[in-house]
Nanobody, 122 residues
Framework: QLQLVESGGGLVQPGGSLRLSCTAS????????IGWVRQVPGREREGVSC???????YYADSVTGRFTVSRDNAKNTVYLQMRSLEPEDTAVYYC????????????????WGQGTQVTVSS
């Protein structure tokens, strides 16, 4: 059974940093595209970042220059390093996996984690 588990969320002050992890079990991530998506209650999901199996990365304009996605296939884990966090980054962050590419709408990705809460507040 394909399973993704996010971790690393929490409460951080504006300007702070967090690193989210997305660890897979039941399959290896090597050939998968991993997307990071965030959602605020009452609002639509927002694609944050995506990393291809070859390591190519993509970012939403709102996080470019502040967030970095990376993958460690040996650990079967994808990371989202978040810096210079702003209150507007507060959301539940999800990772999702798919065998297609980052051009695929994230909502169509096949496997999802349960999400991890990120709260940016003083």
């Amino acid at each position: 059974q394909l399973q993704l588990v996010e971790s690393g969320g929490g409460l951080v002050q504006p300007g702070g940093s967090l690193r989210l992890s997305c660890t897979a079990s039941g399959f290896t991530l090597d050939n998968y595209v991993i997307g990071w998506v965030r959602q605020v209650p009452g609002r639509e999901r927002e694609g944050v970042s995506c990393i291809e199996s070859d390591g190519s990365t993509y970012y939403a304009d709102s996080v470019t220059g502040r967030f970095t996605v990376s993958r460690d296939n040996a650990k079967n884990t994808v990371y989202l390093q978040m810096r210079s966090l702003e209150p507007e980054d507060t959301a539940v962050y999800y990772c999702a996996a798919d065998l297609r590419d980052c051009g695929t709408p994230t909502n169509d990705f096949g496997s999802w984690g349960q999400g991890t809460q990120v709260t940016v507040s003083s």
